[in-house]
């Protein structure tokens, strides 16, 4: 069973901005969004494209390279050209600290509020 691992610093994402990290030979991208942060897969599920690149419209991120939306709470694909969800990851902070499950979640998301 996986354990928590601490992937960043809550400085080191600020709000409306997201962080791409590797975690177990994963991309993952994670997102402040106003003090909650959100964890997804890093690649746009289209294209080869970064998430964590992407613009943040509250809880959505945008793909910097055709525009498809994700919904960051739970990895649904909002608009085209994306079809296929991305996988989500549980989050939570303690003491100022990142920390992700790197264990997939399927059609829901689990953020934390600082």
């Known amino acids: 069973m996986a354990e928590y691992v601490k992937i960043a610093s809550v400085n080191e994402v600020p709000p409306g901005e997201g962080k791409a990290v590797n975690v177990d030979g994963r991309r ?3 997102f402040n969004v106003s003090g909650t942060f959100y964890a ?3 690649t746009c599920t289209h294209e080869e494209a970064s ?3 992407g613009a943040l419209y509250g809880d959505i991120v945008a793909c910097p390279k055709h525009g498809s939306r994700f919904h960051l709470p739970t ?3 909002l608009s085209l050209p994306a079809v296929i969800p991305v996988n989500t990851y549980p989050v939570k902070v303690e003491d100022g600290q990142v920390w992700l499950l790197p264990e997939p979640q399927k059609g829901h998301g ?3 509020k600082v």
Do not use: K, S
């Open 75 to 77: 990895g649904r694909v």
């Open 110 to 112: 689990m953020p934390h």
């Open 40 to 42: 997804i897969d890093d």
């Open 28 to 30: 993952i991208a994670v």
């Open 51 to 53: 998430l964590a690149e």
